[in-house]
């Protein structure tokens, strides 16, 4: 019998019990759909983590305020209240250290109008855009002037823009009015757009100074510190750690009141939870086509019995071994394509889907869906040989005489 012969037999065969032959097919298709779409969206989540991340500034160094106690109990780093402006001035005189802004930030209701909303209202510096990597939209920041005299001025962003001034995209010179404190908007930030319950639209930037003297938010939380190159990013985090020593007027046996965070040990950090992540899932996801070659394995042992006559009678018009297990062989492995074709194109509609309605970052790259779809070829082959090999080694006069 012809190859093309057997792959003729087989589709028939296939053709001739439909629901029981897509009923096998099932647990392919799930498999493979269940990978392709849990790998895109824990690619998606990786690389959408890495951009924020990476949104907080060129080469940045992120120093924290250090641990403080109560009762005995350590609140952990960021707890105290050890950072200060001339911290960021020490900083910024470093050689390794192109720029270093302050953060002191509060969540506040702000009016403008007749509407209302609460936003993060975040008091930083001059360098703040060289440092976080980001630029103004539309009118501009502000200067040194506003900055040193306290000036009531505020940059906010699109997301701010879009809730307070609904039908004026640019309010530039509009006012508005945070703790009953009246600011002018001098500025739009360009859109970073968001990811997770980040949102880098939604904020108000003002000067730091200002911040402290008008709204109340005199703690700063961070400093995010712009070393001059990726190199000098070790130098860097060394000459501040030793500034802020300074600066604290730390002893030499005293240990520090802050941290240091490097922005590529938490980029390598969220990468290899990314893709420890996406391979866990995957592997889970890959368990539906194990699961889904067992079904062909046992409906092909099914399709044996059935037509053990048949196998009979083709062994004693000359049929041989080889034939009668290639007709099985490629039976089970016609079956389990047509479920790794369905699961490829279910799998890609449901990441498609899953990015639309529950608004997921997703990442769809050739590598798994290649990957998932010869391994639904390969379980066809790996779960069909025995069923085959069964079909092939039965006697012709036992076949025969099978009821």
Do not use: C, W
Not at 167 to 192: A, C, D, Y
Not at 250 to 275: C, G, K, P, R, Y
Not at 289 to 318: H, P, Q, W, Y
């Amino acid at each position: 019998m012809s190859f093309l012969e057997i792959i003729r037999v087989s589709i028939r065969s296939i053709q001739s019990n439909k629901l029981r032959s897509f009923l096998t097919m099932l647990g392919i298709i799930i498999g493979v759909a269940a990978v392709i779409a849990m790998v895109a969206i824990g690619k998606g989540s990786s690389s959408s983590v890495t951009s924020q991340i990476s949104g907080l500034g060129s080469n940045l160094l992120i120093i924290s305020p250090g641990q403080s106690s109560s009762g005995g109990i350590n609140m952990g780093f960021g707890s105290s209240n050890t950072l200060k402006l001339k911290d960021v001035v020490a900083i910024t005189a470093e050689d390794s250290v192109a720029g270093a802004v302050p953060s002191a930030t509060s969540n506040l209701q702000v009016v403008a109008g007749s509407e209302n909303y609460n936003t993060s209202v975040e008091g930083t510096g001059m360098s703040f855009l060289e440092v976080r990597s980001t630029s103004v939209q539309s009118g501009r920041f502000f200067n040194n002037y506003e900055y040193n005299n306290h000036e009531n001025v505020a940059v906010i962003g699109s997301e701010v823009v879009t809730n307070l001034f609904p039908s004026n995209p640019n309010p530039i010179g509009e006012r508005i009015e945070m703790n009953q404190v009246p600011f002018t908007v001098i500025g739009v930030l360009k859109s970073q757009g968001s990811s997770g319950v980040t949102n880098n639209d939604d904020r108000i930037i003002v000067p730091v100074t200002t911040a402290q003297a008008r709204l109340g938010i005199s703690t700063i939380r961070t400093i995010y510190a712009s070393a001059v190159s990726a190199e000098a990013m070790t130098q860097a985090q060394n000459e501040i750690t030793s500034a802020l020593r300074t600066s604290h007027g730390l002893m030499s046996s005293e240990e520090d009141d802050f941290q240091i965070t490097n922005q590529s040990q938490i980029l390598e950090t969220a990468e290899s939870v990314s893709s420890v992540m996406t391979t866990l899932l995957s592997g889970i996801a890959a368990i539906s086509l194990v699961v889904g070659g067992i079904g062909i394995m046992n409906i092909m042992l099914v399709s044996v019995t059935e037509r053990t006559r048949e196998i009979g009678i083709r062994k004693a018009i000359g049929a041989k071994r080889g034939d009668i297990m290639r007709q099985f062989l490629i039976e089970a492995v016609i079956l389990s394509l047509m479920g790794g074709v369905a699961g490829v194109l279910f799998g890609l509609g449901t990441a498609k889907l899953l990015e639309k309605v529950a608004n997921l970052s997703i990442e769809l790259t050739l590598e798994p869906t290649l990957y998932s779809f010869l391994s639904s070829m390969a379980v066809g082959i790996i779960f069909g040989v025995y069923p085959a090999r069964k079909a092939a080694q039965l006697k012709p006069i036992d076949a025969l005489r099978y009821e």
